[in-house]
């Protein structure tokens, strides 16, 4: 009996280091479990890009949509790690949180964009309409309103917020930034149809 133990104990640590099967990308895989689908095609984009800030970042998404709390957390923190100062990464983690219904965490990282690049007016732009979408109004303007500081004469950046604040119920807030896209572009038609369309889209005709 014990002669064999030697030999269990080599067979059980040779079974614990063998590594996992590959993932096969193949119709079955697409169409089965949603968790391994996220968790295999983030982990394959990782391998691919180990290093990228923002695959890392898009990577720790996929991990949180798939549950995968720990994983995430680590993806999101290796990708600060390498761009701590890009405002596109951050905001990519931030979202992530707050589309799973992490807010503090959220608008802890949202706000690392405002310190650590605060010249960035796209990502402060995406940050405000992110807020907006789920109802956050008066955070979403405070980032609206550094954008608007940095470029007065952002017409499309006004006419996507007005819009991300109407699709969410605030039509006065959203009023407000039409009126000042409209003054701004008064013979844009891109913009008027824009804002025809947001009414539209969202039904908003009361």
């Given at each position: 009996?014990?002669?064999l133990?030697?030999?269990?104990c ?6 614990a280091q ?16 949603r968790?391994a689908?996220?968790?295999?095609c ?13 695959y ?6 996929a991990?949180?949509?798939a ?7 680590e993806?999101?923190?290796e ?12 905001r ?6 707050l589309r ?5 965490e959220?608008l802890?990282?949202?706000?690392k ?12 732009a ?18 609206m309103?550094?954008v ?8 499309e ?22 009126a ?9 038609e ?17």
């Amino acid at each position: 009996m014990r002669a064999l133990l030697p030999f269990a104990c080599a067979t059980l640590s040779l079974c614990a280091q063998a590594p996992k099967p590959a993932v096969v990308f193949d119709e079955a895989f697409f169409a089965g479990d949603r968790r391994a689908i996220l968790e295999g095609c983030a982990d394959r984009a990782r391998a691919i890009k180990p290093k990228d800030a923002m695959y890392l970042a898009e990577c720790g998404r996929a991990y949180l949509a798939a549950m995968d709390l720990p994983r995430a957390t680590e993806a999101f923190k290796e990708a600060e790690s390498r761009e701590a100062k890009d405002g596109q990464v951050l905001r990519l983690i931030a979202q992530a949180w707050l589309r799973h219904g992490y807010k503090s965490e959220a608008l802890e990282g949202y706000e690392k964009i405002a310190v650590r690049d605060p010249k960035n007016k796209e990502a402060l732009a995406q940050t405000a309409v992110d807020l907006a979408e789920v109802g956050l109004a008066n955070e979403s303007e405070r980032y609206m309103g550094l954008v608007a500081s940095l470029d007065k004469d952002g017409w499309e950046r006004f006419l996507a917020f007005g819009r991300a604040l109407l699709v969410a119920g605030q039509r006065k807030k959203a009023a407000a930034w039409f009126a000042r896209a409209a003054a701004l572009k008064p013979n844009e038609e891109k913009l008027f149809l824009g804002m025809a369309r947001a009414f539209a889209e969202t039904q908003s005709l009361m």
